[in-house]
């Protein structure tokens, strides 16, 4: 009997092993799977980001284009710029920032930002 109990042990000892190496595929199996969702998730959320991003800057052309239009009207009609009080921001700027750094009579500077705060476009004239 004492010969028995060696043969026993491995015998066991295999089988044990046996049961943790098809568990411990398993589960990396299932970890696996899940990394491969999450980089599906990442890589659709960066590009759902990059697409925003372009959404914004064509908004903000869009925005900055409207102005100038409107700013070069206006000097047509009266020979100069107007005034601050005087500018009425298109339907285009809605949702956007402009941030002016020159407007006379003779030039205008400004920036269009985004809601981040982030300069998109930079517009000047003449």
Known sequence: MKSARPLLFLLLTGLLCGCQDREARAENARLAARVTALERQVKALAAAQKTDGIVEQAAAQNCADDLARFLETLRQDNGHYPSMRMVRLPDSCIDLRVE??????????????????????????P
């Open 100 to 125: 002016w750094s020159v407007l006379k009579p003779g030039a205008y500077a400004f920036e269009v930002t985004g809601p981040s705060g982030r300069t998109l476009v930079r517009q000047h004239g």
